[in-house]
């Protein structure tokens, strides 16, 4: 199976602040990875995929980038709705796997 | 707008099979394939299992030996079954569909609790 570490696993960070979310795959998935965000008792939302574009009607300060085994979410400019836990997704072997997940939490 | 309902027993005892339907409004069931997500209170996200329209599955190696995934396109449903549970099976299921022609998940149902315990 693919290993996706996720750091940090929590984060502490101010409205306005920018903020980066690391993802390191066990071996290279190109650029086929996705990230979601969850609110506590809620489903995972879809924020970027194919490391990098952006899902319809999520806002432009929400960034990926990366590929082959080293990715970053970045969030430009952390607004009161972002805290939350983030979670990235690799699709390019079965079985999927997730990271451990990074909780972005009010400093 | 695409919607997903989970829906079965949210009490299951060890040993026995958990069952669960996702139902899919709003959109077709065909063209499209769908997966089994699972959450353990409190901890990360692992995937079960993903179903094409036309019924090719593709299983987590972790739980193959257990799991079912079907599809009814009549009924735009799709199911789980998990059999032998322990109390370990305890989690939130999600179910989800895949963009169109990709992998990631695109719209997922709001999960159900399914707990193990006798």
């Known amino acids: 199976d693919i290993q996706m570490t996720q750091s940090p696993s929590t984060l502490s960070a101010s409205v306005g602040d920018r903020v980066t979310i690391t993802c390191r795959a066990s071996?290279?998935?190109?650029?086929?990875l996705a990230w979601y965000q969850q609110k506590p008792g809620k489903a995972p939302k879809l924020l970027i995929y194919?490391?990098?574009t952006l899902e319809s009607g999520v806002p432009s300060r929400f960034s990926g980038s990366g590929s082959g085994t080293e990715f970053t979410l970045t969030i430009s400019s952390l607004q009161p709705d972002d805290f939350a836990t983030y979670y990235c997704?690799?699709?390019?072997?079965?079985?999927?796997?997730f990271g451990q997940g990074t909780k972005v939490e009010i400093k | 707008q695409v919607q997903l309902q989970e829906s079965g027993p949210g009490l299951v005892k060890p040993s026995e099979t958990l069952s669960l339907t996702c139902t899919v409004s709003?959109?077709?069931?065909?063209?499209?394939?769908w997966s089994w997500i699972r959450q353990p209170p409190g901890k990360g996200l692992e995937w079960i299992g993903s179903?094409?329209?036309?019924?090719?599955?593709n299983y987590n190696p972790s739980l193959k030996s257990r799991v079912t995934i079907s599809v009814d396109t009549s009924k735009t449903q799709f199911s789980l079954k998990l059999s032998s549970v322990t109390a370990a099976d305890t989690a939130v299921y999600y179910c989800?569909?895949?963009?169109?022609?990709?992998?990631?998940?695109?719209?997922w149902g709001q999960g159900t609790l399914v707990t193990v315990s006798s």
């Open positions: 989800a569909r895949h963009a169109y022609g990709m992998s990631q998940l695109d719209y």
């Open positions: 709003g959109g077709s069931i065909s063209t499209y394939s």
């Open positions: 179903i094409y329209f036309i019924g090719s599955t």
């Open positions: 071996q290279s998935i190109s650029t086929w």
């Open positions: 194919k490391a990098s």
């Open positions: 997704q690799q699709y390019n072997d079965y079985p999927w796997t």
